[in-house]
């Protein structure tokens, strides 16, 4: 079969669909990778195939201009708000309307939205497998008749925040309700002969490498994945191949915070000089700029560029990052206990939490995130076993989920009974 995946240009959200790719290509199936034309690069360095449509997504300006305003004046809206008090209905309107689809469903989709329709009806995919905020996708999906299901690279906010909009629009008498999400998908679907279905704002089907303690409880068809560690284009240095001779801390605190925020959660020489001093190893992973702007290096921290984490952790004893899913998963498959200082956006506060809660890390607010602060909580991750503990059962947890080979076949079935037989006869090439 044919199977397109789509996503935004956002390389933190399409690298954890690469090893489903992998997997597709593996059992004879033809993959395409469809996104806005800065991510070309970044979808053929996978050896996945791309294919750039529509123009590239003005994000970056939005959040710069966010960021130019300030907090106080920025519209803004939790998407890990889960308070019954607080998800009132003039709430989740306002945040419908005046947020999430002015400045991130309409910025990011808009661009690519009619190239990728063309695209679809021309290569007439099987199956498209999309990122959640990639609402194109399901869009071009419907209009060429092609099965189609989301694969989070987070937890599932917006699916869970989807369920809370239909909850409190359904208890509003039936003339003021203003479903501002399908409104607008219903409108873009119309141009192509499709109409507006629930499906367009959750998948069909949903498949998910989070493990269960993580992940969140939601009424969707359900297909779990384990997490296969990808972080992109990875040489293993020298240094990484000679063992520590004293436990070896890893900081790493993500690329999106300074790609798309300007900075990072916290104080990068302040979180060094806490851990100054430490009878441990300091491998510190920081792009080149942020290494040329430290003035001092304590003698334990060993600076480095880009080093693949899946080669890096399995010689970590413990971990600080941001809470990035993707960071989070690598260290578990690590078996490696964390200390998590997120960014307060999207779900990096509630991931962290949750591995907070399996008994797998700590988490740490970056208003708190004092010198002191840090150092003790790295010290009771090194001293106390149970955080280890903790991460080698979540560990295991994962390696008990279907590997993505494994997941292809039932791929197969559910793209075969959700397209239709009378779909696929309409097609004289397939698997």
């Known amino acids: 079969m044919r199977v397109l995946i789509a996503t935004w240009a956002e390389k933190t959200h399409f690298i954890g669909m690469a090893p489903l790719g992998w997997a597709l290509r593996t059992a004879g199936h033809e993959v395409r990778v469809a996104s806005q034309p800065e991510l070309a690069d970044v979808i053929a360095d996978t050896g996945l195939t791309a294919v750039p449509v529509g123009s590239d997504h003005l994000l970056s300006h939005v959040l710069a201009w966010t960021r130019r305003i300030g907090p106080d004046q920025a519209p803004g809206f939790d998407l890990m708000e889960d308070r019954a008090e607080v998800l009132t209905w003039p709430h989740l309107q306002r945040g419908y309307r005046d947020v999430l689809l002015p400045l991130w469903w309409k910025v990011i989709n808009e661009s690519m939205m009619d ?46 925040m989807r369920a809370h909009y239909l909850r409190a629009m359904a208890a509003l008498p039936e003339g003021e309700r203003d479903d501002v999400l399908a409104r607008w998908l219903g409108a873009r679907a119309s141009r192509y002969g499709a109409a507006f279905s629930e499906d367009m704002t959750r998948g069909q089907f949903t498949v998910d490498y989070l493990p269960r303690p993580l992940r969140l409880d939601l009424d969707l068809r359900h297909v779990p ?3 296969v560690a990808y972080n992109g284009r990875a040489v293993v240095p020298a240094w990484l191949r000679t063992p520590p001779e004293r436990p070896r801390v890893c900081v790493s605190l993500g690329t999106s915070a300074t790609d798309r925020l300007g900075s990072y959660a916290v104080s990068v020489p302040d979180l060094l000089d806490a851990l100054a001093g430490l009878d441990a190893e300091v491998v510190a992973t920081l792009p080149r700029d942020r290494r040329a702007r430290l003035d001092r290096v304590p003698d334990n921290v060993r600076l480095v560029g880009y080093t693949p984490l899946h080669a890096l952790l399995p010689a970590c004893a413990a971990m600080i990052n941001h809470g990035g899913a993707g960071t989070v998963c690598t260290a578990l498959l690590a078996g490696v206990p964390q200390l998590v200082v997120p960014h307060h956006m999207f779900d990096e506060p509630l991931l962290a939490a949750r591995l907070a809660e399996a008994g797998a890390g700590l988490t740490l607010d970056p208003a708190e995130a004092s010198g002191e602060r840090v150092r003790e909580l790295v010290l009771r991750l090194l001293r106390e076993p149970s955080f280890g503990e903790g991460a080698r059962r979540l560990r295991r947890e994962m390696e008990s989920m279907p590997t993505p080979n494994q997941v292809v076949p039932l791929l197969e079935d559910l793209t075969e009974r959700l397209r239709g037989r009378a779909a696929q006869s309409t097609r004289t090439s397939g698997t």
Not at 125 to 153: K, N, Q, S
């Open 115 to 160: 190239d990728l329709v063309r695209f679809c009806r021309d290569w007439e995919p099987d199956l498209v497998i999309w990122e959640p905020l990639t609402y194109a996708a399901p869009i071009a999906a419907e209009a060429c008749g092609a099965a189609h299901a989301r694969l989070p690279f987070a937890l599932d906010l917006t699916a869970r």
């Open 225 to 227: 994945m384990r997490y």
